[in-house]
C-alpha cells in the first residue's frame, strides 16, 4: 500500500500536478516534509497547534490511493484476493479457488479515522471477542470469533489517530505491533494478521496540551514528525478565509473586508494578551467571516434589503461572538473585549492605509463640511446609507481600489462606509457609537 503511494506521489511529482488540493500555506514548508516521509514509506506524527489543517491534510492523502482497489467480498479487513490473511478468506480461497468472490473499494472507504478520547479502548482500536459469535456455538479458540477494531478494519488503507496524546498510555502500548510488526494481537488468541497500512496521527505539542503525552516507544516507532504552523502571510489567509467560508449563508464579504478579517486574526495570534501557546485557530477567521455575512443577511431580512452585501458596521459583532474561541492570559481577564475591538480598529486601518492610504478623499470630507453628520449602524440598509451621504465624485476611483466591479447601492455603500471608518481611523473624522448607531462628523 505505500508503495502504492509512492507510485502514485511520484507521477503527480513528475506531472507538476498537485498532491494535496485544498492546503493552504504549506507548499514551501510542511508539504516538502510530508512528500518525502510519504516516499520513505514512513508513519508519521503531525505536530502543530489547533486550528492548522491537520487532519485536513491528513485526509487529502487519501488522494494518493488508487482509485479502486479489489477485496475479497465481505472481508471485514480488505484482503487481497491473491493474499488472503484473515481464516475466514483463506478458507474460502481453499475452498472456491479461482471462484472467490472479489469486489472493488474506492479510495475514499480506504480511510479510518479516530478521535482520541479518555475512553477508547484497545477493542476500540485493535479487536475483542464477539459475544454474539461465542452465542452461535463458536468455540473461543476459533479466530473468527474474533470482532476487529477500527485498525485492522482499515487493513490496505490509512489510519489516523487525531490528537494521540489524549490516548491512555495503556492503549497507546496496543499500537507498538501495527507499527513496527505489522500485526495486531487480540486477547491471548495465536493470531498474527499482516497489516498492510499507513498510520497518520495528529498531535499538539508539549507546551500547549496537559492531558497527556506521547508515550517514548510509540514515538520512536513513527518515521517522521512534521511540524505544522499558521498561514504566514496575509496572502494565504485570505486564501483560506475564501475557501473555507460557506458559501450559502445568503450574503457577499467585500474583499477588502476579508482583508480586514485576515489581518484581525494575524493581531490576535500576535497579541502579547493571548496565550501564544493555545494559539488562534484558522476557525476563528473563517467563523469570523461567516459571522459577518450573517449580520448583512439580518439587516436585509430586517430592513427589505435587496441584495446583502457586508459591510464595516457588521465587523463589530465579530468581536462579541468570538471572544471564547481566543484564550487570553490571565492578567488580561476581564479585557477582553477591549483587546479584540482595539485589535480589530488596527486592521480596518491596515487595510485602509493598503488600500486608499494616499488617495485624495477631500470630496468625501467635504460632505462633513459647515457641521453636516451621516448616521450609519448595522440596521441601516445600503440606499438609505447612500442617501444620507449623498454624492461623492470619485467613488467609482474608491470602488476600483476596493476590488469592486459591481455598481449596486450595496458595494458603494460598503466602499463609502469603509472609507468613512478609514477616515475616523486617520483622524480626519470623529465618531460615535451609541447602541448600534454610528454617527460620523467632523
Not at 470630507?365 to 440598509?381: I, M, Y
Request: with cysteine; charged share 30%.
Amino acid at each position: 500500500m505505500k508503495a502504492e503511494i509512492r507510485a502514485n506521489l511520484l507521477a503527480r511529482l513528475r506531472a507538476g500536478q498537485p498532491r494535496f488540493p485544498g492546503i493552504v500555506g504549506f507548499d514551501d514548508t510542511v508539504l516538502p516534509h510530508l512528500e518525502r516521509a510519504l516516499l520513505a514509506g514512513h508513519d508519521l506524527v503531525l505536530l502543530g497547534e489547533r486550528g492548522q489543517g491537520k487532519t485536513r491534510l491528513i485526509r487529502t492523502v487519501t488522494g494518493l490511493l488508487d482509485e479502486w482497489t479489489p477485496v475479497v467480498e465481505g472481508c471485514e479487513i480488505n484482503d487481497h484476493p491473491y493474499e488472503p490473511s484473515c481464516t475466514r478468506c483463506r478458507r474460502l480461497a481453499r475452498e472456491m479457488g479461482e471462484e472467490l468472490p472479489v469486489a472493488w473499494k474506492h479510495r475514499d472507504e480506504r480511510y479510518g479515522e479516530k478521535l482520541a478520547t479518555p475512553d477508547t479502548s484497545v477493542g476500540d482500536l485493535i479487536g475483542d471477542i464477539d459475544p454474539i459469535k461465542i452465542a452461535e456455538g463458536r468455540t473461543l479458540g476459533d479466530p473468527e470469533t474474533v470482532h476487529y477494531g477500527l485498525v485492522p478494519r482499515t487493513n490496505r488503507g490509512i489510519f489516523s489517530v487525531n490528537e494521540l496524546p489524549d490516548l491512555a498510555e495503556r492503549i497507546q502500548v496496543s499500537l507498538l505491533n501495527v507499527l513496527e510488526e505489522r500485526d495486531i494481537q487480540v486477547r491471548g488468541y495465536n493470531l498474527r494478521l499482516p497489516l498492510d497500512i499507513l498510520l497518520i496521527a495528529s498531535a499538539n505539542p508539549e507546551d500547549y496540551t496537559n492531558r497527556g503525552r506521547i508515550i517514548t516507544p510509540l514515538k520512536d516507532r513513527f518515521g517522521a514528525e512534521i511540524r505544522t504552523h499558521y498561514p504566514r502571510s496575509v496572502e494565504d489567509e485570505l486564501e483560506l478565509i475564501r475557501q473555507e467560508s460557506r458559501a450559502d449563508i445568503g450574503a457577499e464579504v467585500p474583499g477588502h473586508l476579508i482583508e480586514v478579517l485576515a489581518r484581525f486574526t494575524r493581531l490576535v495570534r500576535e497579541s502579547s494578551a493571548v496565550d501564544a501557546r493555545s494559539g488562534v485557530s484558522a476557525r476563528f477567521s473563517i467563523a469570523a467571516a461567516e459571522t459577518a455575512a450573517a449580520s448583512a443577511v439580518r439587516r436585509a431580512a430586517l430592513t427589505g434589503e435587496e441584495q446583502p452585501v457586508t459591510r464595516v458596521c457588521d465587523l463589530p459583532v465579530v468581536v462579541h461572538s468570538l471572544r471564547g474561541k481566543v484564550e487570553f492570559e490571565v492578567s488580561e481577564e476581564g479585557r477582553e473585549l477591549e483587546v479584540l475591538s482595539h485589535l480589530l480598529r488596527r486592521a480596518v486601518a491596515e487595510t485602509f492605509r493598503s488600500h486608499l492610504g494616499g488617495m485624495d478623499l477631500a470630496a468625501l470630507t467635504d460632505r462633513f463640511a459647515e457641521g453636516n453628520q451621516v448616521e450609519s449602524g448595522e440596521l441601516v440598509p445600503a440606499g438609505e446609507l447612500l442617501r444620507r451621504i449623498g454624492p461623492v465624485t470619485g467613488l467609482a476611483k474608491i470602488m476600483s481600489r476596493l476590488g469592486l466591479e459591481e455598481e449596486s447601492p450595496g458595494h458603494a455603500a460598503a466602499a463609502l462606509e469603509f472609507a468613512l471608518e478609514g477616515l475616523y481611523l486617520m483622524r480626519r473624522l470623529s465618531k460615535d457609537d451609541v447602541d448600534g448607531v454610528t454617527v460620523y462628523r467632523t
